[in-house]
């Protein structure tokens, strides 16, 4: 089946860093990505929509500013926390859809996440 | 945003005991779907109900879906340890691209 592959898997920084982590479709193109933020204990919370060659779209209370997203193939979407602080550590994780056959989530497929870990 | 609730939160079983997990959502969609997660894992894809399907089974999993009610229930039969992990439902909200997840149920199978 499709493989979506993200990267790092965890990464630990000192608060004040910013943080890229790269999520891409190894196997098909995807126009549309999704990142996603997981609490400790909580549901995955929708962040934004990383369209190719076009600018995200952020969910009501994401901070676009701080959640830098790049979708610049259809095979990559970049996530840069800025500045991050202690209060951004988290488990993100993308997912992807290849192209074609109607735009719906059946199609999707997950990465297996990035842990971040603020200082 | 997040589509809904789920109960239970959190369900203690014992081995080869049958778990039950129920969703609920707030908007039409196409399908639903469910998803497993080990602590501090990626998400494992379990199972689509489409939305003019009432039920589905995939080995010892059984899936129900009550549009009307919009909710949906995950059975787990003979559960075993390696089930100990957090259950989630997530819908394509009002049939649109993105999936949205529930709060999820956290599963622990004593052995």
């Known amino acids: 089946g499709a493989v979506v592959s993200q990267h790092p898997s965890w990464v630990i920084c000192k608060s004040g860093t910013s943080v890229k982590i790269e999520c891409r479709s190894l196997d098909f193109q995807a126009t549309t990505m999704f990142w996603y933020r997981q609490f400790p204990k909580q549901s995955l919370m929708l962040m934004a929509t990383?369209?190719?060659?076009?600018?995200?779209?952020?969910e009501q209370g994401v901070e676009k500013d701080k959640f830098l997203i790049n979708h610049a193939s259809l095979t990559l979407s970049t996530l840069t926390v800025t500045s991050a602080h202690p209060e951004d550590s988290s488990f993100y994780i993308c997912s992807a859809g290849p192209l074609g056959g109607g735009a719906t989530n059946e199609k999707l497929f997950f990465g297996s996440g990035t842990q971040l870990s603020v200082l | 945003s997040q589509q809904g609730e789920e109960d239970p939160q959190a369900l203690s079983i014992q081995e080869g005991e049958n778990a039950t997990m129920n969703c609920s959502y707030k908007?039409?969609?196409?399908?639903l779907q469910w998803y497993r997660q080990n602590s501090g894992r990626g998400l494992v894809h379990l199972i689509l109900?489409?939305?003019?399907?009432r039920e589905k089974h995939s080995g010892r999993l059984r899936v129900t879906l009550d549009t009307s009610k919009k909710s949906s229930s995950l059975l787990i039969t003979a559960s075993r340890a390696a089930d100990t992990a957090s259950y989630f439902c997530?819908?394509?909200?009002?049939?649109?691209?993105?999936?949205?997840f529930g709060a999820g149920t956290r599963l622990f199978v004593k052995a």
């Open positions: 997530a819908t394509d909200e009002a049939g649109g691209f993105k999936t949205i």
């Open positions: 109900i489409r939305s003019n399907e």
């Open positions: 990383s369209n190719e060659g076009s600018k995200a779209t952020y």
């Open positions: 908007t039409s969609i196409n399908n």
